[in-house]
């Protein structure tokens, strides 16, 4: 690809600079903990690589699967502040999800005067969950910053964990994006932010085609736009996940680089643990769900709809993914961020599919400043400029994170 570096539209220049400047402020803390990652081995609580400190931790519950990384001072997160579990019905689906938040509401916004939006209070976030994952696996340290000063759902998906099906058509990624548009409409959420993450990036993708007015800005983590021009997992891969009921552990060495040993496998383990056990939830994999959403991930690749649609989208979009990624390519983020008019990509060159959790501390302040900062594009800048995110690579967070940006003049 040839790439021109020319002059983009004042706000998306200044907008572009500000993402920057953020990044490289937050950049040290981030890039020692990465330049250490093969010797040290900390617990959940202290590696500088998890987010933060942990409110009313507790040191009584046994790990069911030890990791010696993180037995010396692994302790579990006081989740209560995601509140009771909710049920809604929206069509055939009965949802299972959390809504709590702001729980700090007297925190100062982020985003200055002269780059406010019409949106006086900050958006809701809406969470997908990945492949056949339930909506308590997430890193709780991100959960928790971003309800200090904004409201958050986190749901499980149609047919995963605690969301019930009675309907029997065949699982699909579209089918998924129209269900998860009507659970925001049913929650009476006005144009909430995504974060997505793995299968559930397939659907963030399908919404910003299929209902990009219904959402704000969206992050994509280890995600793919589909369509024949993408790389499907390996075989022997998607037959592996098939096979993980019950035995979360089997894909750790696919999330993370180092498996089983890896550093990250503690922050992992820290938010798993702390959900089940106050919880007292099942199993958070089920065969049902792995198996759907991996057919439905096969035809996605095979149906060039959704990454079609792409282009005339108006949302600002953040794509993260990790070059060492084993389920997705980082191909398919970068024809994500080459048909998206506005986003920006984060690469992480140390980092596989498991993102969220490997890089908590980096991840939750690229979230809080891309979603106090990111404006939607006009349509000017949508006649004016056909792309903005890929290129014009400029490394920060020490070794391991690439920003994209790119604008090129539109040629539609």
Not at 228 to 236: F, G, M, Q, T, W
Not at 333 to 345: E, N, Q, T, V
């Amino acid at each position: 690809m040839a790439f021109r570096s020319q002059h983009p539209a004042p706000r998306l220049a200044k907008l572009g600079c500000l993402l920057l400047l953020s990044l490289l402020l937050h950049a040290a803390a981030p890039a020692a903990s990465q330049q250490n990652r093969s010797t040290v081995h900390t617990s959940v609580l202290t590696g500088p690589r998890t987010g933060g400190t942990v409110s009313a931790a507790s040191k009584t519950w046994k790990p069911v699967y030890p990791f010696p990384q993180c037995l010396d001072n692994t302790l579990t997160y006081d989740v209560s502040f995601v509140g009771q579990r909710q049920y809604i019905q929206v069509g055939s689906v009965r949802y299972a999800y959390h809504r709590f938040g702001p729980l700090r509401p007297d925190l100062p916004p982020l985003r200055p005067a002269a780059m406010s939006t019409k949106r006086k209070d900050p958006a809701p976030v809406v969470f997908i969950s990945g492949w056949g994952l339930t909506m308590y696996m997430w890193p709780i340290p991100l959960l928790q910053r971003l309800a200090d000063s904004r409201e958050v759902v986190i749901f499980d998906n149609m047919r995963t964990g605690l969301s019930t099906d009675n309907s029997s058509t065949p699982l699909s990624i579209p089918l998924m994006a129209n269900s998860t548009a009507a659970l925001i409409t049913k929650l009476g959420l006005s144009t909430p932010d995504i974060w997505s993450w793995s299968v559930g990036a397939f659907v963030g993708y399908g919404l910003l085609a299929y209902h990009p007015n219904k959402v704000g800005n969206v992050i994509i983590a280890a995600g793919s736009p589909g369509g024949p021009d993408a790389l499907l997992p390996p075989e022997p891969v998607t037959q592996s996940l098939a096979r993980f009921e019950q035995n979360y552990t089997a894909m750790l060495p696919y999330l993370f680089p180092g498996g089983l040993k890896d550093e990250a496998v503690c922050s992992f383990y820290a938010s798993y643990t702390s959900f089940y056990q106050s919880l007292n939830l099942p199993t958070p994999l089920g065969q049902r769900s792995l198996l759907e959403q991996s057919q439905a991930t096969v035809k996605f690749f095979m149906d060039g709809t959704i990454i079609g649609k792409l282009g005339a989208v108006p949302n600002r979009v953040l794509i993260l993914h990790g070059v060492q990624d084993r389920l997705m390519p980082v191909r398919n983020a970068l024809l994500g961020a080459w048909k998206l008019l506005g986003s920006w990509m984060l690469q992480f060159p140390g980092e596989g599919h498991g993102i969220p959790f490997s890089n908590v501390q980096a991840v939750i302040t690229t979230t809080l400043e891309f979603f106090s900062f990111a404006n939607p594009l006009s349509r000017a800048d949508m006649n004016q400029w056909a792309n903005y995110g890929g290129t014009a690579s400029s490394r920060m967070l020490g070794q391991n994170v690439t920003l994209v940006v790119r604008a090129e003049p539109a040629r539609r």
